[in-house]
């Protein structure tokens, strides 16, 4: 069984950078993607980006093309997603969760970590 735990957030200024890490416990299939989400204060679950566990391929949402970067070290057994030139409109809680394949629906997905929360403001 996968189990995913998220860390990294914390306070940051507009501008700022943050890495944020998604630790993977027991063993992931070949076939696994794990992604990125995001929940701003009442709104609906939001993709950022995924990337396979066994290949090099990733999917993102535009808006955060060229802004946010999904890697993962399987040595270490966790996937990172590195924000840089964060907004207020960032702020929200971060999820990392497990799927079949490189999808952009938060139905698609599974095994959800608790979150960690990411502030953006002055």
């Known amino acids: 069984q996968v189990q995913l735990t998220e860390s990294g957030g914390g306070l940051v200024q507009p501008g700022g950078s943050l890495r944020l890490s998604c630790a993977i416990s027991?063993?992931?299939?070949?076939?696994?993607?794990i992604g990125w989400f995001r929940q701003a204060p009442g709104k609906e679950r939001e993709f950022l980006a995924a990337i396979r566990w066994s290949r090099d391929s990733t999917l993102y949402k535009d808006s955060v093309k060229g802004r946010f970067i999904i890697s993962r070290d399987r040595a270490m057994m966790a996937v990172y997603l590195q924000m840089n030139d964060l907004q207020s409109e960032d702020t929200g809680l971060y999820y990392c969760?497990?799927?079949?394949?490189?999808?952009?629906?938060?139905?698609?997905?599974?095994?959800w970590g608790q979150g960690t929360q990411v502030t953006v403001s002055s």
């Open positions: 027991g063993r992931p299939f070949s076939s696994h993607v």
């Open positions: 969760a497990r799927a079949g394949g490189l999808y952009d629906s938060s139905i698609r997905y599974g095994a």
